[in-house]
């Protein structure tokens, strides 16, 4: 009797703790409350909103590929240093810089500098870990593949899965705040390598599009950052973000739509698009825009 | 004097042990269902690691799970939307997979920011679904992924996009 009451009991617990792994996370970020004077402010907003915004802000995927495309050059010297990471003590730095290592991370890995992301993964997992949603990347997967530049494609794939996950987990724990501060990092330092690159006379006129076309996301974030209160901690990154979008503001961005032509190949759907936006910036916008980005970026990388 | 007492006490024990073993069998069920779920079901994060060798070279930028509900008489067709931004300059390959333990066969379409429909995965006039899409974007912008099932039927999928090399 005595024995089949200890084989219930240990059940229980089995059970208990398989219930309880399936929800571990939102137990415990049930009370996470951030200890940097950092709150969400009055205003509520809705998560699908707060998630869209976030989703508008190009993954660093995107321009990188464009610069790898263009012939734009790697240059070591445009990463957050990895050393840096002993700076960041609170949580705004930590969600911040997280952005930063994350697009350094992807940058290095289209340029094939595997074996060197090794450091920033290691980063990475430690401001994770701070911020308590390091469960979200496969490390000892990351670090096997990092090995090799054979698998850059999937270091991607769990990189940006994990950013993903992250991001709607936050959200949904009411730590957008964290969420938005992790976009804004990474938006920051995708804009400076852009605007950083040593282009030539051939890639130059494209990657200056680009750039200009970044105004439509700044106005974007500056309008989710703007929506969480005068004591959230994020109104002298807004300040300084209002520098650059001032910048921006020389920009003009002009569309045209039409018709797409739509044709099969190789089982595949090829979309020929005819839409065309036109994009208005001087070398001196770029100039000012890469001057003004900087100024925020090694203030929040110091 | 002792016999009954102790045929009772009997009794009541084997009842208690049969309850307890009634027990013990239902947890394990309980344990064994949740178990074989969470390691076989397709629907979610195993479908993605399915999904993922899809991509072949290219890169992953973005995924979204995909779950709706069968279309209830006389309600529209259950769909989900996702804006995302794209760079001209890109090739995007854009693709799903659906859970084979449903019926559902999701199709995607994609629109612009002038809200003007780009591309559908689904070829109405020849009832035929096409596996990949290749958009190569001459218009930065953000545009709309919206997800729904073959008439309306219930099912799970994933959406991919990425960066054709």
């Not at chain 2, 859970?99 to 009832?127: F, M, P």
Request: aromatic share 8%.
């Amino acid at each position: 009797m005595k024995k089949q009451k200890t084989i219930l009991v240990i059940l229980l617990l089995i059970l208990g703790q398989f219930m309880s792994g399936c929800q571990q996370g939102q137990r415990q970020e049930a009370s996470d409350l951030l200890s940097d004077s950092f709150s969400e402010g009055d205003l509520r907003l809705n998560n699908a909103m707060i998630a869209e915004v976030i989703s508008s802000v190009p993954n660093p995927v995107e321009i990188t590929s464009i610069l790898q495309k263009s012939g734009v050059v790697y240059s070591q010297d445009l990463l957050n240093p990895a050393g840096n990471i002993s700076n960041y003590n609170t949580n705004f730095q930590r969600a911040l810089n997280i952005g930063v290592y994350g697009t350094d991370l992807i940058y290095m890995n289209i340029y094939d500098r595997t074996v060197a992301t090794l450091r920033y993964l290691s980063n990475i997992r430690e401001l994770a870990g701070d911020l308590r949603v390091e469960q979200f990347f496969d490390y000892a997967t990351l670090n096997r593949l990092s090995e090799s530049s054979k698998n850059v494609d999937s270091v991607l794939f769990i990189t940006n899965t994990g950013f993903d996950k992250m991001s709607r987990y936050l959200i949904d724990q009411g730590r957008s705040n964290i969420a938005v501060l992790i976009s804004a990092g990474t938006w920051i330092e995708s804009l400076y390598i852009a605007a950083h690159a040593q282009t030539t006379e051939a890639n130059r006129e494209t990657i200056n599009k680009r750039i200009g076309e970044q105004k439509k996301v700044l106005d974007n974030l500056l309008l989710l950052m703007n929506f969480y209160g005068a004591d959230s901690g994020l109104d002298e990154l807004i300040e300084d973000l209002m520098t650059v979008k001032k910048e921006f503001d020389n920009v003009t961005i002009t569309y045209q739509y039409a018709e797409p032509s739509i044709r099969e190949s190789d089982g595949m759907l090829v979309v020929v698009d005819n839409s065309r936006s036109k994009v208005d910036i001087s070398d001196e916008t770029v100039r000012n825009i890469a001057n003004a980005i900087a100024v925020v970026r090694n203030k929040i990388i110091e | 004097m002792t016999m009954p007492y102790l045929t009772l006490k009997r009794i009541v024990k084997h009842q208690k042990r049969f309850k307890m073993k009634k027990y013990i069998l239902l947890f394990s069920l309980i344990f064994l269902v949740l178990s074989v779920n969470k390691s076989y079901s397709q629907c979610g994060d195993a479908l993605l690691q399915i999904c993922h060798s899809k991509l072949e070279d290219a890169r992953f930028i973005k995924s979204w799970p995909i779950q709706l509900p069968s279309r209830a008489r006389g309600e529209t067709l259950p769909q989900v939307s996702f804006k995302l931004p794209l760079t001209s300059g890109n090739t995007y390959k854009i693709f799903a997979c659906n859970a084979s333990e449903y019926q559902g066969k999701v199709i995607v379409s994609i629109r612009n920011q002038n809200d003007d429909l780009v591309v559908t995965s689904y070829v109405v006039e020849q009832n035929r679904h096409i596996p990949v899409i290749l958009f190569p974007v001459s218009m930065s912008g953000i545009y709309t992924f919206s997800f729904y099932f073959e008439d309306g039927k219930e099912g799970c999928a994933v959406g991919v996009v990425s960066i054709a090399d």
